[in-house]
């Protein structure tokens, strides 16, 4: 089974500096992963996923977020935040063609953003 | 423009009732989930149904029913078995596995009064 762990429920930052929320995985195989972002009292958006190939994957809204399998992490980044850009992150993991696999969340990140 | 809807968004029900959650894609994916989002636990899964006529029960699955007669359209039964309903309820789809990713409607909020 593969699970997700988001490190800190809540990530303070001020505009203009370096966003950076945590992700490790557990997987008994390289996975699938996903950051996906919910504002409030709505669903969740895709920012961007790892499959295969370039572990450096770019996103929307100028998050990236890099597949270190040695660290068993896909850590979500963003060089200078936004007002805009505070929100809830969520990372997901999944076992490539796998069937009846479904995404495993983790618990959420929330992103505050200060002036 | 394509997309997945949930109705109502916001929901109130009398302890002891049943409620039925909409959620309605035309996207033409194959697969459809449920999860419920309470504060601080993530998204638990609760029934995810990959083809019409046929589903399959989540973490959490207790207290709840689905129906799967059509490809867009995956209902959610919240029934008085469930224990502690409060919470909001997201309804999801994906093209075929879970590989894809989801798309999410905008979810219900539901409050047992």
């Known amino acids: 089974a593969q699970s997700v762990t988001q490190l800190g429920s809540h990530v303070s930052v001020s505009e203009g500096a370096l966003v950076l929320l945590r992700c490790n995985y557990s997987?008994?195989?390289?996975?699938?992963l996903f950051w996906y972002v919910q504002y409030p009292n709505q669903g969740l958006q895709l920012l961007l996923k790892y499959t295969t190939g370039a572990t450096l994957v770019k996103g929307i809204n100028g998050f990236e977020a890099e597949f270190k399998k040695s660290e068993t992490s896909f850590h979500l980044t963003k060089p200078s935040a936004h007002m805009s850009d505070a929100a809830e992150y969520f990372c997901?993991?999944?076992?490539?063609?796998?069937?009846?696999?479904?995404?495993?969340f983790g618990k959420g990140t929330m992103l505050l953003v200060s002036p | 423009d394509g997309g997945i809807t949930q109705s109502p968004k916001y929901l109130f029900r009398k302890e002891g009732q049943n409620v039925t959650l909409s959620c309605e894609q035309n996207l033409n994916h194959d697969a459809m989930y449920w999860y419920r989002q309470d504060p601080g636990q993530g998204l638990r899964l609760i029934y995810y149904s990959q083809i019409v006529n046929d589903f399959q029960k989540g973490d959490i699955a207790e207290g709840y029913s689905v129906s799967r007669e059509k490809k867009e359209s995956f209902p959610l039964t919240v029934t008085s078995a469930q224990k502690n309903p409060t919470a909001f309820y997201l309804c999801?789809?994906?093209?075929?596995?879970?590989?894809?990713?989801?798309?999410f409607g905008s979810g219900t909020r539901l409050t047992v009064v």
């Open positions: 999801a789809s994906s093209m075929g596995s879970s590989n894809y990713g989801y798309t």
């Open positions: 997901a993991v999944t076992l490539p063609n796998s069937g009846y696999s479904t995404l495993t």
């Open positions: 997987s008994s195989v390289p996975p699938y």
